[in-house]
């Protein structure tokens, strides 16, 4: 970058946070913080700086389906307030039902308009999943199904990115039995570019990392095989937990409120599914970096693997029960245990058959 | 009758490593899956990571073991043949199968004369193999996710595309009672073989040599 342009941009973003109340420095501290989360060098902070500061931001549309509006919540209370909520409001939000003013054919109108004047540029943001059962008739808006909604602006869409784990994987509506057929966004958008960032809810952190990064470079972040971007899901709690220690120590909660719970000990035996779960929990932290459930005490329910209703319950043991068996602690070690017991009776009563016939002589030769 | 050369070295000694490995395996396994250890409040414990670390050896071990049996089954004796462990693929092999059931049964006095591994036992082997390939498979596809961009993820990850990673563990930790109804099972037969049968089963594992007709 030449000097000439470097002062140029210096002073657009000075008159730009100036006129929002913001100042420099706690942009800047903002910029470092995305550099971070998104694992770049410090020197991303100032082309992040640049390009926020380039007014070429794309409209968002913000769909929200079947949702508790928990990411919108999240959303709302972005961390880092007045820098992030200004690179939020920066990004002009055209439509985003729970916030925005207009209403009924108005806001209709403002979002057709958005998706007429900036075709194929618009980021899409899908809060919620989407049912599909009976023609998708379990979430309709102004008269159009979830479906049809999603193919015709998620398909006009630059990019889409699903967030919480609803919009990602379907989430509690599409654990089983999945009564409306509840799918994730990318089934039904399969050949567009979809970001998934999963959580109950999605922490806002990595939403905006995720708009950063795309400002920055014009591309999306680099994902895994579920379409979730390494930064923020490419290592597991376990590995980055501050209570791992404990864990290799040997060092584990036994019961709630026990001598071990006060000293901050592993939850592994509480049932915590930080072994299974990837995520940045440990490190970006939740509400302007304060927490997060295993500093909080509690151990990780998995929310954002996919399925995790089904698959990574329940909450406080440490695996799954073993399916097909109609009892309610049908736990591994108890059905393992009754298979070696079985084994040993079996063979046990076959031992004295065969000694009483070796006994009774008939087997000699 | 003779004695017969059935288990050749390596046979013998993959035998016994493969058994050292998984006892080894179920004892830190079974920490892993719940730490049954008192807590120690020493700042050099380390007890979960030196289980971790014995379990992740003997993994290894067991891999090696099953790599090598494999190897040993295309090039060793007919006792250790491949073939060997598919007896229902044979007519000889299925009318065995039909004797060593009725001897369990009691319903015939004498096992088919068959030096190697009676046709059940053979079926039983061939399913441990499988089991222990699983336990294998599934061991270092979890060991990897320490690093989803490393190389034993790029080997062993496809395992989450087939179950969710509770589920994985279950079946990881499941299997590990199926290895102890092996282990009563396998213990009984040797018994019955060898004081029923008087054909060296025992001895043979160290020795290499089991007695009957050729």
Known sequence: MTKEKESTIATALEEYLEGRGVSRRSFLTFCSSMAATLALPASFADKAAAAIAEDNRPPIIWLEFQDCAGDTESFLRASRPTAAELVLDYLSVDYHETIMAAAGHQAEAARQKTLDEWAGKYIVIVEGSIPTAQGGIHCTIAGHTAMDILQKVGGGAAAVIAVGTCATSGGIAAAHPNPTGAVGVKELLPNKPVINLPGCPMNVVNLTATIVHYLTFGTLPTTDKLGRPLFAYGKRIHDNCERRAHFDQGQYVEAWGDAGHRQGWCLYKMGCKGPATFHNCPTVKWNDGQSWPVQAGHGCVGCSEPGFWDTMGPFYDRLPNVPGFDITDATATKVGLGLTAAAAAGFAVHGVAKTMTLRSGDDEE | ?214
């Open chain 2, 1 to 214: 009758m003779k004695a017969v050369k059935v288990w050749e070295f390596p046979v013998r000694v993959i035998h016994w490593t493969n058994f050292l490995a998984i006892v080894g395996l179920c004892v830190t396994g079974a920490y892993i899956h719940w730490p049954y250890l008192a807590t120690s409040l020493a700042l050099d414990a380390w007890t979960m990571n030196t289980a971790r670390f014995v379990h992740l050896i003997c993994g290894w071990t067991l891999m090696l073991g099953v790599v090598g049996r494999f190897a040993w089954a295309l090039i060793g004796n007919e006792y250790a043949s491949l073939k060997s462990f598919f007896p229902f693929l044979t007519v000889k092999g299925r009318s065995d199968l039909v004797g060593v059931a009725k001897y369990y049964s009691f319903m015939s006095k004498r096992l088919p004369p068959n030096l190697g591994h009676n046709a059940l036992a053979a079926i039983a082997y061939l399913v441990m193999f499988i089991l222990m390939a699983f336990q294998v498979v599934t061991g270092f596809a979890m060991w990897a996710q320490y690093d989803p961009s490393g190389t034993a993820f790029k080997l062993f990850g496809w395992v989450f595309d087939i179950a969710s990673n509770s589920y994985v563990r279950l079946a990881h930790y499941f299997t590990m009672f199926v290895f102890f109804a092996f282990f009563i099972n396998h213990i009984y037969a040797m018994w019955i073989a060898d004081i029923a049968e008087k054909d060296g089963t025992a001895g043979s594992m160290f020795s290499g040599y089991k007695y009957g007709e050729e």
